[in-house]
């Protein structure tokens, strides 16, 4: 089986692109990063070096950095190694999480109707993410996403673990591809990553 290490911002990124990776059939490796963006984008040219000899995905949000994601990546990292899969999530990847909405709608216990058909145009899916928490029927989500009253912290105490588990167990990328094209390009890097390792 193709094993692909991995770079990215933070727990949750990790736990989507260790989902990718299992999702197109391959093994991942170890993971790298993981203290945010800044320190990524600063280890970018030695993870690019790394993917000269062995596959890589390196995914990292757009959040406000442009207004879309090629001209950031030309930026960033003009040229990518041949075994290297860039990916941009526009803007974070808990776009890409919304995008399963009957899934997420069940992880959120509310109607899937009231999520965002275009999870990609919204400006801050994070904030999206916490007012549909408001909304749950479930005593758990409130507790574990919404913000304590009276705290200046932007999520819930288990904001992370809640979303890293669903997005482990429950999230379906194929289903989600469909309504966010930045999951729907890094899918298909990632499955022309692993057919030039078989």
């Known amino acids: 089986m193709v094993r692909v290490c991995i770079a990215v911002e933070g727990l949750l990124d990790e736990t989507v692109a260790k989902r990718l990776v ?11 990063g993981k203290q945010g963006k800044s320190q990524l984008l600063q280890k970018l040219s030695g993870y690019n070096n790394a993917g ?14 442009a207004d879309c994601a090629p001209p ?8 990518p190694a041949p075994l290297v899969c860039f ?23 509310i109607s899937g109707e009231i999520i965002p058909p275009n999870p990609e145009a919204l400006e801050n899916p994070k904030q999206e993410i916490i007012r549909l928490a408001r909304k749950s029927r479930s005593r758990d989500i ?3 996403l919404v913000p ?9 105490p288990a904001y992370t673990f809640r979303l890293s588990e669903f997005a482990a167990k429950d999230w379906n990328p ?3 591809c469909r309504h966010a094209p930045s999951l729907e390009r890094a899918i298909r890097c990632l499955k ?4 030039s390792q078989l």
């Open 142 to 144: 409130l507790l574990d």
């Open 22 to 32: 299992h999702f197109v059939g391959a093994e991942p490796g170890p993971v790298f």
């Open 148 to 156: 304590r009253q009276g705290t200046t912290a932007p999520v819930g």
């Open 174 to 176: 194929g289903e989600a």
């Open 192 to 195: 022309n990553l692993v057919k």
């Open 87 to 109: 990916r941009i999530a526009v803007r974070m990847v808990e776009a890409w999480l919304l995008a399963d909405r009957q899934n997420f709608a069940r992880f959120l216990d």
């Open 52 to 65: 000269q000899y062995a596959p890589w995905f390196v995914l990292v949000d757009l959040d406000r950095d």
């Open 72 to 79: 950031f990546r030309v930026r960033v990292l003009p040229n």
